[in-house]
């Protein structure tokens, strides 16, 4: 929670929206979250951003770390947010969301645009992520 002064000098708590940092690795864009997405329009702005921040590292993985404990995505959000990927960046290979075990609807998710090949997989295990994220790494450089 943030706290902000209201009208009157008096104190208001209100809900942090979604923060991330970004740490680029050899094999995957790391995003990292805090806070929550408390509407829509805070999903569709998050996700723009994981997008443009894995277009400006010119990265083909994507690991969005969302285990923070205030940070909830539902299994619609989770849809939402592969969805946007599968429209707006048909050039990213992978997307592994990590988050609470509470969050996911089964103990993982899978999503898979049949057209681009986009894969998007929700797990509440980071190294299961990391390992899936890395196969696809392994596989370019035997190329």
Not at 22 to 34: E, G, I, K, R
Not at 112 to 139: C, F, H, Y
């Amino acid at each position: 929670m943030q706290t902000a002064v209201g009208a009157k000098g008096r104190t208001e708590d209100k809900p942090m929206k979604i923060q991330y940092q970004v740490v680029q690795d050899d094999n995957y864009l790391l995003v990292t979250t805090s806070g929550r997405d408390y509407s829509p329009d805070d999903s569709a702005e998050y996700a723009s951003a994981v997008i443009r921040t894995a277009g400006e590292y010119m990265v083909m993985n994507v690991l969005c770390d969302e285990r923070d404990p205030g940070c909830r995505l539902t299994g619609t959000e989770s849809y939402q947010l592969a969805a946007a990927i599968f429209e707006h960046a048909p050039w990213i290979g992978k997307v592994a969301i990590v988050c609470c075990e509470e969050s996911l609807e089964s103990s993982y998710m899978d999503f898979v645009n049949p057209v681009t090949g986009v894969q998007v997989k929700m797990t509440s295990d980071i190294d299961e992520a990391r390992s899936w994220l890395a196969v696809q790494r392994q596989l370019q450089e035997a190329w």
